[in-house]
């Protein structure tokens, strides 16, 4: 992939890693959900939430990058595994680009001093459909982190499902949010929390391997575990990405 889209890719990891804190210290602090232009239930009328939504949006794909490269390695020895990881990150995108759309329309009703609750119901449908498409990329990702990262990333990835249908468990029995956003409680800081984690860990492995990123590899070369005179260990690309 080019080095611009990579290194970009990269510190827009390192940028959701701080947002998702952030997020998850202000549930803490205020008992209010926030996800980019959206604060709880009020949406501010300022500039600054349209260049929120701008940056969102730049981000979602920037990182969506990375992980399609990712997903590309992992083709090389499970091809199902592959295909539905880029299944998922593809409706993860297009789940962000609706629901950045979604807040780009309430924001511009607002200034028009137009009532959004009419579409509160669309925000609050479309924010949990991202969610469990982001819990679905990292869970679709698995067999790549469980071989490439180390134990403690392969084992993240398992958080966020069991958060997410926390999340949405506590949506249909318990305590129903009326607003554009779900209530607050527990699973969510900690979801937002684990994001925080996770980001800031791919932001880090993709650095230190970021060889894999950059070079252009062939399948032979991925497959082939032959060593590789030019490299310090001994082990040739295919046996970086894959050797278990």
Same mark, same amino acid.
């Given at each position: 992939m080019p080095k611009t889209l990579f290194y970009l890719g990269t510190a827009f990891c390192l940028f959701l890693a701080l947002t998702a804190a952030a997020a998850a210290g202000h549930e803490v602090e205020n008992g209010s959900l926030a996800f980019v232009a959206m604060h709880g239930?009020?949406?501010?009328?300022?500039?600054?939430?349209g260049w929120a939504i701008v940056v969102a949006l730049i981000a979602g794909v920037a990182v969506a990058a990375i992980l399609v490269r990712m997903a590309t390695l992992l083709a090389a020895r499970n091809l199902f595994g592959g295909f539905l990881a880029l299944f998922a990150i593809g409706a993860a995108i297009l789940s962000l680009t609706w629901l950045l759309f979604l807040q780009a329309r309430m924001l511009m009703l607002i200034r028009r001093q137009a009532a959004v609750t009419t579409m509160n119901e669309?925000?609050?449908?479309?924010?949990?459909?991202?969610?469990?498409?982001?819990?679905?990329t990292f869970l679709a990702l698995r067999p790549y982190f469980r071989v490439q990262a180390s134990r403690f990333l392969s084992a993240l990835?398992?958080?966020?499902? *069991? %958060?997410? $249908?926390?999340?949405?468990?506590?949506?249909? /029995?318990?305590?129903?949010?009326?607003? *554009? %956003?779900? $209530?607050?409680?527990?699973?969510?800081?900690? /979801?937002y929390a684990t994001m925080s984690v996770l980001f800031f860990s791919i932001a880090v492995h993709s650095i230190r391997h970021r060889h894999m990123f950059l070079e252009l590899t062939s399948l032979r070369e991925l497959l082939d575990p032959r060593v590789d005179p030019a490299s310090s260990a001994g082990r040739g690309i295919g046996g970086v990405a894959f050797d278990s």
């Open positions: 239930s009020v949406m501010p009328a300022a500039a600054r939430s669309m925000h609050f449908v479309a924010f949990m459909v991202l969610g469990y498409f982001v819990a679905f990835v398992f958080f966020p499902m *069991p %958060l997410f $249908a926390l999340i949405l468990t506590q949506e249909l /029995f318990l305590s129903s949010s009326s607003g *554009p %956003l779900p $209530a607050s409680s527990p699973a969510s800081a900690v /979801f």
